[in-house]
């Protein structure tokens, strides 16, 4: 089975501008998690969508949304980039119950000029 | 809330030593623990992991058990390779929500 697949790996934006990053989970899985990974903060929870709604949400602020589609693949966007933006994006996938191993991505790297 | 805490590393070995990564969580109910892998530009790769008190995960060498007692998931290897050199993060899963929390990840770098 393939892995979850992230899209694009590398990416270089300028403040103010706006970024939209790609995740196709694991086929069959229906639950598409994203964290931010930063040197400081570690890795901390964005949001997480099942069947096209999401289910829980983490403490960043607005511009920071997401959305998933009928086949599971989800989307993050960020608005008004930020210096602090500057990260790698991972997703997760799982099948869509509570406690669920989470399988991750390779990650999109971010940084913002 | 829910809290992990690992040892600070960077933790540096040699060939063959043994390797101890310490875990401790904080969480008001049963939590599910997991140790990721993260290896040089890599995403996370589950290690092992335990859903209830008592239990020990394995993989590859590796193991922790799930100690309720002591609120802690540390992770041992008997004989570490340059080849294990990577981030280890410890993680727990908890209630209604369906994030992971994560420990700061611990650097581990086994020289030859």
């Known amino acids: 089975k393939a892995g979850v697949t992230q899209t694009p790996r590398y990416l270089i934006k300028t403040r103010g501008q706006q970024v939209t990053l790609s995740c196709s989970p694991i086929?069959?899985?229906?639950?598409v998690s994203w964290y931010q990974q930063t040197p400081g903060q570690g890795l901390q929870f964005l949001f997480e969508y099942f069947s096209e709604t999401q289910r829980n949400k983490g403490n960043f602020p607005g511009r920071f949304s997401g959305r998933q589609f009928s086949n599971s693949r989800s989307e993050m966007n960020v608005s008004t980039l930020e210096l602090g933006d500057s990260a790698l994006y991972l997703c997760a996938s799982t099948a869509g119950g509570l406690g669920e191993t989470q399988y991750f991505g390779p990650g999109t790297r971010l940084l913002v000029l | 809330g829910n809290s992990v805490t690992q040892m600070e590393g960077p933790v540096t070995l040699s060939e063959e030593a043994f390797l101890t990564i310490n875990c401790t969580y904080t969480a008001t109910g049963y939590p599910s623990l997991f140790w990721y892998v993260q290896y040089p530009g890599e995403g996370l790769q589950l290690l092992l992991k335990a859903t209830k008190a008592d239990d020990k995960g394995s993989n590859k060498g590796f193991e922790a058990t799930y100690r309720k007692e002591t609120t802690s998931f540390h992770l041992e290897k008997g004989s570490v390779q340059v080849s294990d050199s990577a981030v280890y993060f410890c993680a727990l899963h908890e209630g209604s929500n369906y994030k992971l929390t994560f420990g700061k990840g611990t650097l581990l770098t086994v020289n030859p």
């Open positions: 086929s069959g899985h229906r639950s």
